[in-house]
């Protein structure tokens, strides 16, 4: 699961982790995991167990994070302890356990689906690609409906293979990736679906989904047409990915086992859902590929590798989770500034304006969310209007934003600079506003769900 905040592998000269704190993160981080996914299908064990692991597991990973990611931690962490400070000041009385419950089973979420990484998509080195418009508009489908699912590897899976010695042009890059944004509109396997949900209490999964992924058609379009409108042959030569039903196969029956659990038990908590039945899709395709013991040993090797690297993630999900309870502590007791009386299309339309601009300053979704969420609270908008305005915000705005997870891992893998794929996406992201707002108009007045 992508949350654009990219995993922190070890820095030339960066001291190595001692295996014993590998350990130990990793024995927490898959116990957060479980007791998250546990939490939301009503058997009575609480939420809060897994929130203690969690931050155990951020104060054993702490030193691996790099400075960057730290100063933005505690400035967050900062900015809720002053609003809690300030809240105590006024007479009120903030809810404490939010700091253990706020974000953690969307961080239980998001270790869960990191295993979906380990199916990969079927490939065929030696297959001839395609060329031309078609293959172009296979290749963005592909990698949207992939990546809805196994988010940033099927990027890198069909970027590697459509470029030349595993090097993809900056064309070839900008289309997979637009088109790979594009699913944060809709797909319940992204961080930003799930951010959506849990800022936007109330909002309707399905009438986010269905709302999300229309958007997100028009936005798969306006990435292909851009990029064959920049092209000087209009992409008559462009290089595509060699798509076939059998890669998309299990995305699809992943989807619909989602679909249906969340039909079978409706009082089950969506993020549990989508937990458990991508931990038990993993675990029984690698059972059904590789036989019991190997399968096991497989997933260990994953969890050992893959959950302490998403310290980055952890400790700013954390850390917005204590910027969101005390602001929200304070926003309580009454006081702060708020231009709108209302909150509907035109409002949401300035307020997605602004979280672009922040994604294109460096600053992350989660925050510009977390922010709008507590901030228009007050106002009681519309739940499914403001989850749409909130995966608008990741879809466009990481595209946008030179800093953002996605732009600057492309650029590690494939030396193409950050700001150089923000600048040549800068169009594309002016007409997926305007689309996004033209959205917004209609969703206001004629609205899918709560």
Excluded at 67 to 91: E, P, W
Excluded at 367 to 391: G, K, Q
Aim: net charge positive; glycine share 10%; charged share 10%.
């Amino acid at each position: 699961m992508n949350t654009d905040a990219p995993a922190n592998p070890p820095r030339p000269g960066q001291p190595q982790r001692p295996p014993t704190q590998r350990r130990a993160a990793t024995l927490l981080l898959t116990a957060m995991t479980l007791l998250a996914a546990v939490s939301g299908i009503g058997v009575g064990l609480p939420v809060w167990w897994a929130g203690i692991a969690a931050w155990l597991a951020a104060a054993v990973l702490w030193p691996q994070l790099p400075s960057a990611q730290k100063r933005q931690a505690l400035l967050l962490a900062g900015v809720g302890a002053a609003a809690f400070g300030l809240t105590l000041m006024r007479g009120g009385k903030p809810v404490w356990i939010g700091l253990l419950t706020q974000n953690t089973a969307l961080l239980g979420m998001l270790a869960a689906v990191s295993f979906l990484q380990m199916l990969g998509a079927s490939d065929d080195a030696r297959e001839e690609l395609p060329t031309g418009r078609g293959a172009l508009w296979r290749s963005a489908v592909g990698v949207h409906l992939l990546g809805a699912v196994i988010n940033l590897s099927a990027l890198f899976i069909m970027a590697d293979r459509v470029g030349r010695g595993g090097h993809p042009s900056q064309q070839q890059v900008a289309l997979l990736s637009r088109a790979y944004l594009a699913a944060a509109l809709w797909s319940p396997f992204f961080a930003a679906t799930a951010v959506a949900l849990t800022y936007a209490p109330g909002a309707s999964p399905l009438g986010l989904m269905l709302a999300g992924a229309t958007l997100a058609v028009v936005l798969v379009w306006l990435a292909g047409r851009d990029i064959i409108r920049a092209s000087d042959d209009r992409a008559d030569s462009f290089v595509g990915y060699p798509m076939h039903p059998r890669a998309l196969a299990l995305p699809g029956i992943l989807a619909a086992a989602v679909w249906c659990g969340h039909l079978a038990f409706p009082g089950w908590s969506m993020l549990s859902v989508i937990s458990l039945a991508s931990l038990l899709m993993v675990s029984a395709t690698l059972l059904q590929r590789l036989g019991p013991a190997p399968a096991v040993r497989a997933i260990a090797t994953h969890a050992g590798q893959r959950l302490p690297a998403m310290s980055g993630e952890l400790v700013l999900f954390l850390a917005a989770g204590c910027f969101a309870s005390g602001l929200g502590a304070l926003i309580d007791t009454g006081g702060i500034w708020m231009p709108f009386s209302r909150f509907g299309a035109f409002e949401a339309a300035l307020v997605l304006a602004a979280m672009i601009l922040l994604a294109a300053l460096g600053i992350h979704a989660v925050i510009s969310i977390t922010m709008a969420s507590t901030w228009l609270a007050p106002l009681h908008p519309a739940p499914t209007l403001l989850a749409l305005l909130f995966v608008q915000s990741w879809a466009i705005g990481l595209a946008a934003g030179p800093t953002s997870g996605t732009n600057l891992t492309i650029q590690g893998r494939y030396a193409i600079p950050s700001v150089t794929m923000a600048r040549g996406n800068l169009r594309y992201c002016l007409q997926a506003y305007a689309a996004a707002v033209l959205w917004l108009v209609i969703l206001a007045n004629w609205p899918i769900g709560a």
